[in-house]
């Protein structure tokens, strides 16, 4: 089985930084690509951005320009670089792995981590 665990998530003021890991381990057969989740209160989940195992990326409109996926396919990591934060950025925010478990699987398996807190004061 497959474990995401997420961390880098916390407060911080209006323009501040962070930085978000999620480290994925366990068995599987193939990555085919990774992403950052969130969820507002009261909102729907939605995909802020994703990396596939070529490199190629994706963003929410709201955050192009300001957060940069990266991927560090030695060590099944994933990070997301959050900049120019501001309050309508704050959310949970959860990984997720898109992948095969074996060789012979015919579709893809989706992972979630456990979600990480991320708060910006106005």
């Known amino acids: 089985q497959v474990r995401l665990v997420e961390s880098g998530g916390g407060l911080v003021q209006t323009g501040g930084s962070l930085r978000l890991s999620c480290a994925a381990s366990g068995s599987i057969f193939s990555i085919d690509a990774m992403g950052w989740y969130r969820q507002a209160p009261e909102k729907q989940r939605e995909l802020v951005a994703g990396?596939?195992?070529?490199?190629?990326?994706n963003y929410a409109d709201s955050v192009k320009g300001r957060f940069t996926i990266s991927r560090d396919n030695n060590n099944n990591t994933v990070y997301l670089q959050m900049n120019s934060l501001k309050p309508e950025d704050t959310a949970i925010y959860s990984c997720n792995l898109k992948g095969r478990i074996a060789a012979w699987s015919r579709s893809y398996t989706y992972f979630w981590g456990q979600g990480t807190q991320v708060t910006v004061s106005s």
């Open positions: 990396i596939t195992s070529d490199g190629s990326t």
